[in-house]
């Protein structure tokens, strides 16, 4: 049990629609991630935020955005949805900006789009 | 670009037999490389985490060695048992950016009772 939770667990949308996820990241930990996991492959990087600022960005458009509040909580919003955005999202915490410390994933939400 | 390769893709053992999955990444400036479990549909679990610093890790039945200058890892899990199956994943821990975590594509792991 990590106490990383992600909600919703599964969505179904459909192309171009706007999508929002929620991350609660464990307690204390001011760092949280954002990985897409499509099927078969392993994450890829999204984005960190740090202290409630974007801290690195991987190659994804900036239709996917974040937000990261004081409570440790934090969202991902995919704007004009593509098929291409179905996968399985995984946010991860940890206690410290940078890669040198654990990073604690939460379950996942799975988002399909139609 | 930092790339990380798992092999193989897949991998079937009967009970008791010891695994070895290894992992290789193409440029040796990491922060730290992390293994993880993963069960079908479900989040990432970590089990070991080795600084570059570091040249192993030990967890259980579980160790996991890293070498930076040849760019490999190597996760062992001394005698598997059925609720060892699952996909294993290596991530490194990039200078270039931080938080950033390049994983591989995975190996998955069916032990056989």
């Known amino acids: 049990e990590t106490g990383v939770t992600q909600s919703p667990t599964h969505l179904i949308k459909t192309r171009g629609q706007q999508v929002t996820l929620r991350c609660s990241s464990q307690s204390g930990h001011n760092t949280v991630s954002w990985y897409q996991q499509a099927l078969g492959q392993g994450p890829q990087f999204i984005f960190q935020y740090y202290r409630e600022e974007e801290n690195g960005r991987g190659n994804f458009p900036p239709r996917f955005s974040g937000l990261q509040f004081p409570n440790y909580s934090s969202e991902l919003n995919v704007n004009a949805l593509e098929l291409d955005d179905s996968a399985l999202y995984l946010c991860?915490?940890?206690?410290?900006?940078?890669?040198?410390?654990?990073?604690?994933f939460g379950p996942g939400t799975r988002l399909t789009v139609l | 670009k930092q790339e990380v390769t798992q092999i193989p893709a897949a991998l079937s053992v009967p009970e008791g037999e010891n695994l070895v999955l290894n992992c290789s990444f193409t440029?040796?400036?990491?922060?730290?490389l992390q293994w993880f479990r993963q069960d079908p549909g479900k989040g990432l679990t970590s089990l070991l985490l080795?600084?570059?610093?570091?040249r192993e890790q030990t967890s259980g039945r579980l160790n996991a060695s890293l070498d930076k200058s040849s760019g490999r890892s190597t996760l062992y899990i001394a005698a598997s048992q059925p609720g060892d199956s699952a996909t294993y994943l290596c991530?490194?821990?990039?200078?270039?950016?931080?938080?950033?975590?390049?994983f591989g594509a995975g190996t998955q792991v069916v032990v056989t009772p």
């Open positions: 080795i600084q570059s610093s570091q």
């Open positions: 440029d040796s400036a990491i922060y730290n």
């Open positions: 991530a490194v821990g990039t200078t270039d950016s931080w938080g950033k975590l390049q």
């Open positions: 991860a915490s940890s206690s410290a900006s940078g890669s040198w410390d654990t990073q604690y």
